[in-house]
């Protein structure tokens, strides 16, 4: 290649364009800066990982001891192996053609696993659930993206649009680009706490319909990256409007185990629609996700999850889902199988779940309060989820030698957190914001003594980086 030849970063925008509208928006490499980083013994670029046992959080142990035991069934003959791992393995190798683990299993996943769920489903809502409405995967993701596939069509302005909120997970945004519809973003109240808000989903409803079809609204709850749990009577109110405006609605809920704030509670989408009954049951159509990555277990690294919908027909998969896969797992048996299995019944001994969640109700405590006592820092409770979102007041000369290097002014700032603390977190540009306010991302998952530390080092951060661009 000549010297004077664009390189391919330079040509690939111009080619690809919507290739980089469906890259996610994470947090700046760290690997690529890592050589020149600080190094601190407390406080590490790796303290920002959302993968729970990527930092000195243990795996829950029946999850694996399951799994280790389909995949290796001699270790059935252990005596150092709990007796309840030992009878899930039993149960689900019982369920595989052949009692392996290798074998294809039914496109929908391994139906005892599939009536697990549904009996989970049960347990939490009290209203009835049918494993023909369940389909597994290998992630939450995954599933959404399936379900997105099935509702994105049309040109134009016949083009499917879908609300989201914002701030969103990247999965949507990138998730659309990718499927050719029309992102159409409704913002959550931060003054309330990131509530829903009825009026501004009717806004970004009329302005879509001038441009596009819009047939669908998510919502992620608790929420991703904001932290909030949305009440009772928000989620009523959303599937009312879902009713009144016939949009189809995507019920992200991967974090319902995460609920810290006091007051705050966990309900179903499923559950309240079917609580409201008719007309709202017999027309309304709902999809719900949930997986193991997050909660309690974070099984990041063995994704599995499912996906169920109930549609206008009653709750069976109707239409086009009957003869299609929309969340296969590669290998079902080996991964989804074992490990979702303790997610969905109850885990032996259960104080490994209790503990887990204390300790992130103690986090994210401590995350607010910290931050809430630095000035120019404002952020609210972190009720749920694994993640708090502040907002940074960010002075004029901070924007102009963002604008001088061509970064958005939150990416400036945590590049240069980045660069001087070695603490790595995410602009909230990355997850998108009201115009004119800035903010980022960072999870709550690092032990406590290590966090407190973290935060600390931030906040002391920001107040000088505020004092150098006064």
Known sequence: MSPSAPSISQCLPVVLPSVFQCLPVVSPSVSQYSPCLPVSPSVSPSSVSQCPQSLPVPPVCPV?????????????????????????????????????????????????????????????????????????????????????????????????????????????????????????????????????????????????????????????NPGNPTGQVQSREDIEAVIKFAY??????????????????????FHSFKKVLAQLGPPYTDTVELASFHSISKGFAGECGGWGGYGGRKGSMGWEWGGTMGGLNPAVPPFPPLFISPIISPIISPISPPQEKQAVLSALAQKAKLTQEIFNRTPGIRCNPVQGAMYAFPRIDLPPRA????????????????MRLLEETGICVVPGSGFGQKEGTFHFRMTILPPADKLQVLLQKLSAFYTKFVKEFS
Request: glycine letters at 8%; one cysteine or more.
């Open 64 to 220: 694996w001891q399951a799994a280790a035991l389909c995949v290796g069934p001699e270790l059935l003959q252990q005596d150092t192996i709990p007796e309840d791992a030992k009878a899930r393995a039993r149960r689900l190798l019982g369920a595989c053609a052949g009692h392996s683990a290798g074998a294809y299993s039914a496109s929908p996943g391994i139906e005892a696993i599939r009536q697990d769920v549904a009996q989970f489903l049960e347990r939490r809502d009290g209203v009835p659930a049918c494993p023909q409405n369940i389909f597994l995967a290998t992630g939450a993701s995954d599933a959404i993206v399936s379900i997105l596939k099935l509702l994105v069509f049309g040109e134009g302005s016949e083009r499917s649009g879908v609300m989201i909120p914002v701030p969103q997970y990247p999965l949507y945004s990138a998730a659309l680009a990718e499927l050719g519809a029309v992102q159409l973003g409704y913002l959550l109240a931060e003054e309330r706490a990131w509530a829903l808000d009825i009026a501004e989903l009717r806004r970004v409803l009329a302005e879509g319909r001038r441009r596009c079809r819009p047939r669908a609204l998510c919502v992620i």
């Open 244 to 265: 009144e405006e016939r949009l189809f609605l995507l019920a992200d809920e991967v974090y319902q185990d995460n609920v810290y704030a006091e007051g705050a509670a």
């Open 399 to 414: 924007l102009q030698a963002a604008q001088a290097q061509g970064q958005a002014p939150d990416m400036f700032f945590c």
